[in-house]
């Protein structure tokens, strides 16, 4: 699935972000992800795990959430969500539907994780 605005989005963030980000998903760190409605929630692996949360608007990635400490401290895009971007737009359109990733690789913790919380609880 191609994001429209990936090339504004990430020019307008430091290089050394976005190349992080992309080793990180060369090396596989985006451990699942999974679409609901609009929204894309990801486990990036880093130090630990963070989650990332996306909005698109059709192909507009429109918001973005990392539980990591850069995003709380800099309130700007990490290297997890750039790792998670790159994730959806080289993916192949079958991210659209959910639970398309195998269950094997979603571990059990997420999971029931993503059924007791709300999507509301992430927006704020
Ligand atoms: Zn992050």
């Not at 998903?25 to 992800?33: D, F, I, L, N, T």
Request: aromatic content about 10%; overall charge positive; some cysteine.
């Amino acid at each position: 699935m191609e994001i429209a605005n990936l090339q504004d989005v990430l020019s307008s963030i430091p290089p050394e972000i976005v190349k992080r980000g992309l080793v990180y998903y060369e090396v596989g760190a985006v451990k699942s992800g999974v679409f609901h409605g609009n929204t894309f929630r990801a486990v990036v692996r880093g130090t630990r795990d963070y989650e990332v949360l996306l909005e698109l608007r059709g192909n507009v990635l429109t918001a973005f959430r990392c539980t990591c400490p850069y995003v709380r401290q800099y309130d700007s895009m990490c290297k997890h969500v750039v790792a998670a971007l790159w994730y959806i737009h080289k993916s192949k359109g079958d991210l659209k539907r959910p639970w398309a990733i195998k269950r094997k690789d979603v571990e059990a913790e997420v999971l029931s994780e993503l059924f007791s919380k709300s999507r509301e609880a992430w927006i704020d």
